[in-house]
């Protein structure tokens, strides 16, 4: 299978030519290819979205909303082909896939597609003097820039409320996860989006992403990535005075206290540290254990553990698939290895799964946890991104709020206690953007998204999102 780029409403494959190989994780072998696309592709994107400006951006709000929820439909019907194609494409269980990355990314612009029509602009009134109200005008075209991990979810996370403000886009997937993005331009046609107005441009980061990101028409960017590539993008914007939002890595706590829900605490721990392979920004990925109930919640917790099937992800059984490639396998089994070297005791999983048939050349990870790590050694403190967590048992709130804290990353954390007075006064001291309690990836779709720290700059989500993806301008009338 071939993808091709979407440029000005048409599937069109790379001018130079260049393809790149689709590996699929669970087996290690090839089975697409992806447009590895160049500068000149980009600027033909970007000048397409110049073009369909214009008009997008002076269509009601309604109307560019009635797209957006076609959109959402028309990935509801093809719900399963999606599915399939992200498990394919990244390693997920499809099972995952079926019940989280594709309904969300329906949702997205069903949301996007109907909160723009509440977006509302301010008047500031100066009593008998002036009266101000405040234009919020779409940026242009702006580039949208995701990642491998929850591919379509997080690329329609941005894109749908950059076309919901009046934005054309060029947005680049994932060179390693493209194919739902291509599934999705063809959607974006049979929808009747308007040429130009959504322009899906493939390859990698250095040569399609960096020139993106560099392109004088581009006036604002969103990013989804790692936070190397999060500082680089902003080293590169920051001189051409570009709107920059940034959602980067996470090194999340869970914070389990004595008096909480156990039973609710294990079970949710287990998915927050394991779900998709642990490669969520948001798993909890340090676990912080009050002292009284450490030894039940090991024992509670290694024997779900244990239950886990790691398994090909195609099979309804799996609970974990494969890691999305190669070096990301390398690095996860390098940070099991420093783990041992930091002093850290192994109480589940460790290596390498190896699967037999369709699967034995896969990335599969063992759930895997330590016990023993001192909080400031590099395993607590850099992003893994894989399946490998940490148990820690703490004796204070304030032992426990200093370790939470105790990172460069903060973008959520989770409070397990039955005592809401200990839940609000510590909540705010948490250095994360997204605080839950007794939960863990509960989503409202109004609400801010994104980190502190070295997590990111700015917030996704909601109102925030139309506020980034538009420039607002203030009129004053003299009475
Ligand atoms: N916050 C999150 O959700 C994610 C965090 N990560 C973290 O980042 C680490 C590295 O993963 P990578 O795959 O290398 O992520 P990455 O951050 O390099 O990739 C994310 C996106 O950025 C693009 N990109 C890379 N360099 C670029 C450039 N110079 N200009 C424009 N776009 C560029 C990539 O092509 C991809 O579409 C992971 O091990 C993990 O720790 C990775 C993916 C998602
Ligand atoms: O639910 C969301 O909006 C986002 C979830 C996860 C990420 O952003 C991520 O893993 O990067």
């Not at 269509?59 to 929820?69: K, T």
């Not at 076609?70 to 990244?90: C, T, Y």
Request: charged share 20%; proline share 6%.
């Amino acid at each position: 299978m071939q993808l091709l780029n979407l440029i000005g409403g048409e599937l069109v494959p790379p001018g130079a030519g260049c393809y790149l190989p689709v590996i699929e994780p669970a087996t290690g072998q090839a089975f697409a290819q992806v447009p590895d696309s160049d500068a000149a592709d980009v600027d033909a994107a970007v000048r397409a979205g110049e073009a369909a400006l214009p008009a997008w951006r002076a269509l009601p709000a309604e109307e560019r909303g009635r797209l957006l929820v076609r959109l959402a439909e028309l990935i509801e019907r093809d719900l399963e082909a999606l599915a399939q194609a992200e498990s394919q494409d990244n390693g997920k269980p499809l099972r995952l896939a079926r019940t989280l990355d594709i309904p969300r990314a329906a949702s997205n612009f069903a949301f996007f597609g109907t909160l723009a029509q509440h977006f509302a602009t301010e008047a500031h009134v100066q009593e008998g003097v002036a009266l101000n109200y405040t234009v919020r005008h779409p940026l242009g075209v702006v580039a949208c820039i995701s990642p491998w991990n929850l591919p379509l979810y997080l690329l329609s996370w941005k894109i749908a409320p950059a076309l919901a403000a009046g934005c054309c886009v060029v947005v680049k997937p994932s060179e390693l996860t493209p194919c739902t993005a291509f599934l999705l331009s063809q959607l974006a046609i049979e929808a009747g989006l308007p040429p130009g107005v959504l322009n899906v441009v493939h390859g990698t980061g250095p040569r399609a992403g960096q020139a993106l990101v560099e392109h004088p028409g581009i006036r604002a960017i969103s990013f989804t990535g790692g936070t190397a590539t999060g500082a680089h993008l902003a080293r590169t914007a920051a001189p051409l005075f570009k709107k920059l939002s940034l959602e980067l890595g996470g090194k999340n706590p869970n914070l389990v206290f004595a008096d909480c829900d156990l039973t609710e605490a294990v079970r949710t721990s287990v998915r927050s540290s394991f779900a998709n392979q642990g490669q969520i920004c948001l798993c909890g990925s340090r676990i912080f254990i009050e002292r009284p109930i450490y030894e039940q919640f090991k024992t509670e917790f290694l024997a779900q553990v244990a239950a886990l099937r790691v398994g090909d992800p195609l099979d309804a059984a799996t609970d974990q698939g494969a890691l999305v490639s190669e070096a990301h396998l390398h690095k996860v089994l390098s940070y099991i290895e420093l783990a041992y070297q930091e002093g850290g005791r192994l109480l589940a999983g460790g290596q390498r799964e190896q699967l037999s048939g369709r699967c034995a050349g896969g990335y599969f990870v063992q759930p895997t946890v330590f016990e023993g790590l001192a909080p400031g050694c590099r395993v607590n403190q850099e992003e893994i991104f894989g399946p490998v967590v940490t148990l820690t048992p703490f004796d204070t709130e304030a032992e426990a709020l200093a370790w939470a804290n105790g990172t460069e990353y903060g973008l959520s954390a989770t409070l397990w206690t039955r005592d809401l007075a200990r839940a609000h006064r510590l909540a705010p001291q948490l250095h994360a953007g997204v605080v839950w309690v007794n939960t863990w990836l509960h989503r409202d779709l109004r609400t801010p998204f994104g980190g502190m720290k070295n997590s990111g700059v700015g917030r996704e989500g909601g109102l925030e999102a139309l506020r980034f993806f538009t420039e607002p301008q203030n009129v004053c009338v003299k009475f």
